[in-house]
Every structure is written in C-alpha cells, then in structure tokens.
C-alpha cells in the first residue's frame, strides 16, 4: 500500500493523487441503483498519456486492480469501485486536439464532455450526434467505454458508429493505437470497435478520432395521443415501414405522461394512454410531420399536434426530457431497464411491462426510443420497503427475460456493468461468454482492469 | 487424406464433395495478382449449416486446414487455397431467410449474392447500400470476410455498418451467434464487427442479419473536367467542407481517362488530367449538382456537365465502370492498389502516385472514391517481362508507403490476404500485431481458419 502511492506520487503531481477517505468515496459509484461499491485504496487524475502509462505499469507491477472512470453518469454499475482498488478517473484529460472539417473529424481526450465536443463541431458546421440524455455531463471516454446512445441515434446511429480510431493504455502501460482517421479502413481485425462498449475491461482511451456530420436544420416535432400504447406502436412500425427517416421518435406510455402531468402540468389528458413524439430534419420536416401525423391518425391517434417552429417544438420535447425526473418522484427510488427488441415486437414488449407491473403491483413508467425498439421501463420503489425492493428488483429481472423472449436485448445502451452480469451471461450463451473471456484474456491477462464487470 | 474424404462423404451429399483435380483448380485463387496459390486436397460445397459444421469438425480432428471461399472475386489472395486443405466454399448457401420492412432487416445465408439481395430489398421499397464493383457476382459472405466497399460509401458507409448479427461455425464445429437483429444492443464486446473483415480466419459465417435502409430516390449525376488532378482534388475538399452529403464522389486521374477514351471514346478531351463525378439522391439532386458546379468551377474545372434525368447519368458513370477494363487493356497485367487516406490528403497522394509511376518508368491510373480518400492507384505492366514486373511490384509497395505517410492505411475496403501481410504488420506496429494474433488464437488455437492469410 506504501508502496503503491510512493510509486503513484513519483510519477503524477501531488494534486493527481488523491488518498482522503472523504473525497474518495465521492468517486465510489455511479448512478445504478442496488450495484455494490468500495472503497478505492487511491484516486487518481492522470492529465497526460505518459501519467496513464505509470499508472497502469504500477498496478501491474503491484496486482492492483483499476477502476476507469469518467463522469459516472452510467446506469449499470461498471464505474463503480471496488475495496483496494485504483480509480483512475480520466475527466482532468479534456481537451479538444483537432477538429477537421475537411476530413469531417474530431481528435479529443477521453474527459471531454459530450456537449462541449457538440458545441465546438457547431462551430464548423459540424455535428457530433450521439446525444444520451446526460450529455451535458458525461464525458466521451464514458460514451466509449458504455457505447452510449441517445434520441437521436434512430437516425443518425450510437457512439460505435462514430469512433474511427482510438490511443489506449493497455494493462501492463505500453500505447496501442487501434483504427484510422480516414473514411475507410480495413487493416486487419476492428479493434477499435472492440472497446467501443468493453466497459474499462481492455484498456485506457486515452484519446480518440471522432466522425462528425454536416450539422442538420433544426428539427421540427410533432406530438400525437393515443388511447393505447398498442396503437401507438402501430404508428411507429407504419412509419417505418413506409421508409419515413425521422430524426427522433420517442414514445412516452401513460404512466409516464401522468406522472409528467404531475409535476409539470403539460395539460396533456389523463386518457392519454401514449404520446408519440416524432421529429425529422429534413429539407421540408413540415411535409415530413403532416405525413407522419396521418399515419398517426390511421393507427388511432385522438390528438395530432405539429409544432410549427423550433420554440414549439422545444416544448413539445420537454415533457420527453421531464420523464425520468417525474417518475423519480413516484417512489423513493428507481431502477431503469434497458431492453432493446426489434421495433416490430416494440408493442408487445410494453403490454408485458404492463402486465409485469400489474403482477408486482408496481409502478412501472416506460419511455422508449420507440424508432430502435429500444425501451427504458422505469420500476419505481420504495427503497426503505424491503418486500418492495425485492419486486421491484424480480420485476427488473422480469422485463429483461421479456426481452430476450421477444428476440432483443438486454441492454440497448446502457451496458452491463455489474447490474447485468448474470444477465450478460444468459443473452450470450456458453459459447460467446468463452469467446468474450478469451478476449478479456488476451487484453488482460492479469484481469486488472475493471475485475467483476461485464462477466 | 482417404480418411479425410472418408469422413467427408459421411457428412456431405456426394455432389458436394470435389476432387477432381480440374475442378479444383478452378477453385484454386481469387482476383489478386502475385498471391501464390496451392491444389486443395478436397473441396467441398455444403448447402446446411450442420454440413458446414461437420467439416469442421472433421478438420479439426484431422489437424486439416480450411480456406472459405465466396465467389472468389476478392483483390488480396484471401480466399486462395493453400496445398492440402480443405476448400469450404459457400456458394449453395445462398437462400434469402427473411426480409423485414418494419424492422428493416435481411437475414440471409453467405451465398447469397449481392446484387440478388439489392434486388430483393428494392422489391420491399428497401435497399441494402453496399456495392462493390463486383456486386453482380460477389457474395455477402465474401463482402463479410473482406468489410467491403463500394462506390455508395461517401454517403452510406461500408458492409460493416450493415451486419447486425452473425451465426458463425467456430473452428471446431460448435455454433456462436453474435450480435442481434435490432436496431441497437451492447451487450459484451462486439464479436460480430471482429468477423467483418477477418477474411474467414476467425470462424465460417453460416448466416447474417443485415440491415437495409429505405430505398433511396434515383441520383442525379455531374462530371466536371479539370486540368490537374490537384484542383479536382482542392473540389473534393470543398464540397465536403461545405456540408454536402453526395452519394457518389468519383475521381479518374489523366491516365485513366485516356484508357477509357481509348476504348470507349466517350468524347473526353485528351488534356483533361482529372475528372470528378458527383451525385446526389436528395429530394433536390439537381439544386444540389448546381451548388457542387459551382464549386468545381471555383477550383477550376474547365467543363462541368450535371446530367438532366437517370439515362444521362447512367451514360456519365459509364466512363468510372470502364475505369479498371480500360487500364487493364494498357499492358498484360495490373496490380490495383487501394490505398486510403484523410480526404484532405488526396491531392498529395494522387500526385505522389504520378511520381512513383515517373520513377519506375510504367503507366499507373488511379480511380478514386474520392469523398472517402480512397485510392485505387492500378499499376499497368507486362508480367512476361521480368524487370518489369519487379518494377510494378516496387512500385505497389512505395504507393502504400506513402498512404501509410500521409496517414492513411493500406487498405480501404479490399483486404490484406496474402498480397499485403507484410504491410499490414507494418501498418499495425508490434503492439497491435500481437494483439491481433492473441485474438486469432482465442478463436482458431490450431491455427486451422485460412492460415497464413492476413499475418
């Protein structure tokens, strides 16, 4: 332990590494509900790749595992730290290298926050699209590690699609640069992608190349009631059927819009049973809402409200922004699930939801990416009532199985972490939880970097 | 070997099983020039995934080395066989399972061929973007193993970003399904990306689950004359910096142009030394082709004509499809090089190229996708002709040098095979390399996949 933060002190300044009990457990966990943490032996705040480098070659040279983190803004319990541990929290390396309208990229530093690399791509026309819904706080080296999403990912796709090249610190410290900077790139396995949602569990990013797009107009929204979720995924599956590309179509069920109207009295009815929210930001979004409202009243909508500018359309996307505060407030606590399952079954997934929250007598408020089928079910407790949490946590466990039943996914976006390890196991099936362990093996032998998670 | 065939015949229908030294010949190499080929000891052709399954299985208790083959039009020696092993082609597993318009998915076998699957999603107001030259006959399995390009990649990206899901025989027979066939999941790490491109050394792709996107609008098409390729590629440069998204960005250089004029005399001015052609399938091709002239013409095009309807721009690509015939007919052989770099070093790599060419005395033209930074630089020699063949093989090398120098990568969308193993080392560095062998090894530890492909 002497040892340990001698070699630390020797290699980072002395405000980089961090021993008071105090602080340290500020950086203990992330925002998963019911994920076990402990207590790190140290935190550091490497600002160099080189501070990164000694880090890695100490806990090597000592055994000692490492917890990556950035701004624990994660769902899933893969920051969390563990008794002895080394945190290295990546956030004081944040700086913007490059941006390259020319070849449409970004070069950045893992501690980077997701909307401060937004604004500076605005400034050249530019978009860096993957928006979670922690944007403002989250960092890229987060998005990387968790393959994050966003509303905005049903068209213009996840964090995955948009890291081209990345600088990783491996294990026992020596630099890997995996990737390119160009368009294109076949040069052997993708590594790359391979730590695009590999939690922490393979290396340190320690920089990446970024895609960027041409930044789209301002999207225009449209808000459509339905008395049934059912209906309303009749809509979504009609507008994509028809080869609608909208840039936002996000579902809110009835429980969510109630516990919306609650808080934020958004004068939406009590019969509401869905609202459909759809955008698009294209040449003429308003043709684009007027086709997409009458499939909505095709599928049975009662209600069709097209903004007709971006001030109405902003407030229309504050009741979606407003969901998860709302239904925090239901109960005393929340778990929030993550199952994606193809948008044609998106229907069926939210019925048994229903009738999951029906069985534990729960409160269970879904909103979805309804255009990814990717829904975010909402189990809402109270954390002091024993019996409570225990439904609340088979009820999480529940959806997850529905998923899979439906032929999704576990988790669309949020990752695994510790909360879903079993679960992991059980999408995966013997043979890839071999061939993931292979790999885990390969990177890291020594399984120093964020031991437990994933698998 | 008799029990190898022995087993074989147990497994498969006799016409599967192929020994007869003529035929397998044929099977012998795919497109590349300079790769070595051997004569297999049997190929086979299974048409169910239990089949495939049982040769390898057979291979591997056998110790028997196994070469996958689509149609064989690959341009890196990837699908050659190699003496005594076990070609697997996949050509008879070639059924389209499913098509999906709301979930906008195709799950195919890796037979299939892609202009049929284009087809069959056109038939559902879908389409499957990736087009390789080779589209007519090449397979999807094939453009797996190879993460192929395509002529539609500006705009809509590579084969990797269309593979949803895979089902893939290990090397030991056992079965793994990756990845989903929704629209996001991150659940574990990215196994399906890691067989996109792994040139059939890492497991047998039985079947995919592809993504398709709504069918586009018909593009319209402009080409535009300039007196250098530098302001070609200064035009490039402009229209992507300008937020344009064309769905084709070609460029022939002066040599290319005058093959194809000498073959087809498609009326091009022997001084033109560049020829650029863009195309947009936006709801306003045409507002789009004027903003992109004018453009050109700012960079000093010396003629741009936008085609007024789908005829004339199918006349305008005429010229690129001739592009590789038309300098194949320069001397007795080529060798096409496929070079990327950051789009803003195409001028730069286009006229290091001219400069390699001068150097060794041989004609080499490059077409390009340009909007990628794609070059593919095709070196015309006399392959009876000793020096000069040394000297085309000199030459191959220094282009890829210099990609690797101006930051670019060996290879953009056609693979390493056997052809470029030794630039691919070269290009990954020793950290990387091990790494990549680690990976190999977790999924092939006999080392039976397609050995000595790749490295």
Not at 186 to 199: I, K
Not at 370 to 389: I, L, R
């Amino acid at each position: 332990m002497d040892d340990l933060l001698e070699r630390l002190r020797a290699a980072l300044p002395a405000e980089a590494v961090i021993t008071d009990p105090d602080v340290m457990v500020s950086y203990g966990r992330d925002m998963a509900s019911f994920c076990a943490a402990g207590l790190p032996a140290v935190v550091v705040l490497p600002r160099t790749v080189e501070q990164v480098q000694a880090v890695m070659r100490t806990a090597t040279a000592l055994r000692v595992p490492v917890v990556p983190q950035g701004a624990r803004t994660g769902l899933s319990g893969a920051a969390n730290a563990s008794d002895g541990c080394i945190v290295l929290s990546l956030v004081k390396m944040d700086r913007i290298l490059e941006i390259n309208p020319v070849d449409r990229i970004a070069v950045v530093e893992p501690g980077v926050i997701n909307a401060v690399l937004s604004r500076a791509a605005h400034e050249h026309g530019l978009d860096y699209p993957p928006d979670p819904s922690s944007w403002e706080s989250c960092t890229i080296g987060g998005n990387i590690g968790t393959a994050s999403g966003g509303l905005c990912c049903v068209k213009y796709g996840v964090t995955a699609e948009y890291v081209l090249g990345l600088d990783v610190v491996l294990a026992d410290g020596r630099l890997l640069t995996t990737g390119r900077r160009t368009a294109k790139g076949v040069a052997g396995y993708d590594l790359t992608r391979l730590f695009v949602g590999s939690e922490g569990s393979l290396g340190i990013v320690v920089k990446a190349v970024l895609g960027l797009r041409p930044r789209p107009p301002a999207q225009l929204v449209l808000a459509a009631e339905f008395d049934s979720a059912a209906a309303a995924c009749d809509a979504v599956c009609a507008i994509m059927e028809r080869g609608h590309t909208p840039s936002l179509l996000e579902l809110m069920d009835g429980t969510t819009v109630r516990a919306v109207n609650a808080m934020a009295n958004m004068g939406l009815p009590d019969t509401t049973e869905a609202l459909l929210l759809a955008a698009f930001d294209t040449a003429d979004p308003a043709a684009d809402l007027a086709a997409v409202g009458e499939l909505c009243r095709a599928a049975g909508a009662s209600e069709v409200v097209p903004a007709d500018d971006a001030a109405e359309s902003e407030l229309l996307l504050q009741a979606r922004r407003l969901a998860l505060p709302a239904l925090e407030t239901v109960r005393t606590a929340t778990m929030i699930d993550d199952v994606c399952v193809p948008r044609s079954r998106l229907g069926a997934m939210i019925e048994g939801t229903a009738a999951i929250a029906d069985k534990h007598g729960l409160t269970i408020g879904v909103c979805a990416h309804a255009g990814d089928g990717n829904t975010h079910p909402v189990v809402c407790f109270d954390h002091q009532d024993a019996d409570e949490s225990r439904r609340a946590l088979e009820s999480f466990d529940e959806i997850m199985a529905l998923g899979l039943e439906l032929g999704g996914t576990i988790t669309g976006e949020h990752g695994v972490g510790t909360l879903k390890k079993e679960w992991l196991a059980r999408e995966l099936g013997p043979v890839g939880l071999e061939l993931q362990r292979g790999i885990k093996r390969t990177f890291d032998p020594l399984n120093l970097l964020n031991p437990g998670k994933l698998f």
